[in-house]
């Protein structure tokens, strides 16, 4: 009897900056749900879209932390890109950006989460561990949302 390979999973940005500073609003949820499909044999995604946005808010201020330095915010992509496989922006990419535009009628900073979402159905990621569960609901015919209080 064959085993069926495990559902891969993409990791939403805010994931990774919860489990990264301790000082985060669900540090411990995001931290212990990483941990937990870290432990599974699913496959865990990111993409550059991902990394860029972890880049950008770990190097601003924030209401629960202060801004990492440049040397650790590499330290901390370069852990990343280590841990998890990194969906490259491609033209696959932007094709489904165009058919969910044309799908959902999304515009403006909505189209932020569209992009992992055309990632997602691109590399033919099924699931995404999020806690901003309400961006990314209207996709959610298309796919399994999972929360950081609630990781399959």
């Excluded at 411990?28 to 044999?41: I, K, M, P, R």
């Excluded at 865990?44 to 860029?52: A, F, T």
């Excluded at 330095?69 to 969906?87: G, S």
């Amino acid at each position: 009897m064959a085993m069926m390979a495990a559902e891969p999973l993409f990791i939403d940005t805010n994931i990774l900056i919860y489990a990264n500073v301790a000082s985060a609003p669900f540090h411990q949820q995001a931290f212990d749900a990483l941990t937990l499909v870290q432990q599974s044999e699913r496959p865990l995604w990111i993409s550059r879209q991902v990394l860029r946005e972890f880049i950008s808010a770990r190097t601003r201020p924030q209401t629960f932390a202060k801004p990492s330095t440049p040397e650790v915010v590499i330290e901390r992509v370069r852990y990343l890109e280590e841990q998890f496989q990194v969906a490259d922006d491609n033209s696959l990419v932007t094709e489904q950006l165009i058919k969910l535009l044309a799908d959902f009628k999304i515009g403006g900073k909505q189209v932020h989460d569209a992009n992992i979402v055309a990632t997602m159905l691109a590399y033919d990621i099924p699931c995404l561990l999020t806690h901003n569960i309400k961006d990314f609901k209207r996709f959610e015919k298309i796919i399994r949302i999972e929360s950081i209080d609630n990781p399959k």
